[in-house]
């Protein structure tokens, strides 16, 4: 795994992106961002869910100067829910540096669009069909555009759009960079890559697919403040022998093992500011069970080779299916069961679907444990306790004892004293943990058409833009058609 630190990134950048909760670069993003910023044009395929808009925001923020309130950066997405939501994500990337993004599409009033493009963003992002409306009427002036970037290529061959895609590239001065990014390379995709971009080098990325059969898959759903709770809860109730608990920052791994010890937890962390005598001596006492709970980063246990680990916990889901398949994989060795349980935020659940389409796999659905819950595991721990020590039959110089206490107190009363004694109470600390951004992908959609994003009837009514369709009514009548298309053809899986 590569950090965003070995990736040449300026430091508004980087601030940015630990402010959003991520350190380690996906594999899409480890290979494109260095190619991107020294200036070359790139076709990266890849999968859903492999974190493509930072692979190609990065290096498009970089290159803006937030002093000119022109329009530096263009993106050209094939539906309005991912141009919306990769305008939010370039607005976070971009946010200490001062570059502003916006999204531009179809259903949305023009003359608010107008407005606020005079605003003067840096980039925007737009659905192919809005975006040629507003070249037409230059609203939107292309003279300044350093950086295209087409996202989901193949999406938009499929909803009708290679045509537009082919005017809007031609609009755009030649010497821009273009990055082109596409699960699949169908011809005409090709063609748009050999005609129409500069030398672009290729990156290929391909997910795994989940291998490990032994390993319980679960997830709980729960608000991020609620987390922690959850979490010692969980491993009161369970009580696993070894358990790996993942998060995405070094500061997090900090605070989540502080907070973990707060609460009696033998709980020690590991991230890549630690040395690597200190992260051999924690390594060490985890193998050796003096320590029940590790607390790590992605890059911190990569290679960890542990035998014995029952329970991996994501208590941040990872951005990237292969991580999570590489974090799970922790567990359920030498053929021995193991589970993983991921801990989701509401907006996160379209992105578990990812994860689960990307690896093949199904995670179920696991309601938190109560405090009250959590408190019966720790007495069910010192219970079998007892039962493992009356089963040993070596009690005979304890046994007068026993019977002097018997005669004080009925035998209800000395079995719970001695419960209660053995019981681990948590002592219930107040822990707090910084938030990070929760990782979320677009709503579902699949071929089909909607509005001016797609749709077999889209290049047609295009086509014949300037000679007043739009004035005949041809916008709402084709918008609704296409909407009910698109409707139908929605799958249940999201994308990134």
Known sequence: ??????????????????????????????????????????????????????????????????????????????????????????????????????????????ERQIRALKDGPHIVVATPGRLLDHMRRKTIRTENIQTAVLDEADEMLNMGFIEDIRDILKNIPEERQTLLFSATMPKEIRDIATNLMKNPKEIKVKAKEMTVENIDQYFIEIPEKQKFDTLTNHLDFYAPKLAIVFSRTKKRVDEITDGLQARGFRAEGIHGDLTQGKRMSVLNKFKNNRVD?????????????????????????????????????????????????????????????????????????????????????????????????????????????????????????????????????RRNAPVKISSVQPISVKKPQQRGGKNNKGGPQNKKFYGKRDQGRRKQGGRKQGGRNRKGNYQKHRNRHSNN
């Not at 246990?301 to 916990?313: C, E, N, P, Q, W």
């Not at 089963?391 to 000395?414: G, K, P, R």
């Open 1 to 110: 795994m590569t950090t965003f630190n070995e990736l040449n990134i300026s430091q508004a950048i980087m601030k940015a992106l630990e402010k959003m909760g991520f350190e380690e670069a996906t594999p899409i993003q480890a290979e494109t961002i260095p190619l991107a910023i020294e200036g070359n044009d790139a076709i990266g395929q890849a999968q859903t869910g492999t974190g493509k808009t930072a692979a190609f925001g990065i290096p498009m923020i970089e290159k803006i100067d937030p002093q000119q309130r022109k329009i530096q950066g263009l993106v050209v997405a094939p539906t309005r829910e991912l141009a919306i939501q990769v305008a939010e994500e370039l607005n976070r990337l971009g946010k200490i540096k001062g570059v502003r993004s916006m999204s531009v599409y179809g259903g949305q009033h023009m």
């Open 293 to 425: 709970v590790l607390v790590a980063t992605d890059v911190a246990a990569r290679g960890l080779d542990i035998s014995g680990v029952t329970h991996v916990y994501n208590f941040d889901i990872p951005q990237d299916p292969e991580s999570y398949v590489h974090r799970i994989g922790r567990t359920g060795r030498a053929g021995r069961t193991g589970e993983a349980i991921s801990f989701i935020t509401p907006r996160e659940v379209a992105h578990l679907n990812v994860i689960e389409k990307v690896t093949k796999s199904k995670m179920k659905r696991m309601a938190p444990p109560t405090y009250q819950e959590a408190r019966r595991g720790q007495q069910q721990a010192a219970a079998d306790k007892l039962r493992k020590k009356i089963s040993q039959q070596d009690l005979q110089d304890y046994q007068e004892t026993a019977s002097e206490l018997l005669q004080d107190y009925d035998s209800m009363t000395v079995v719970a004293a001695a419960l209660k004694m053995m019981t681990k109470e």
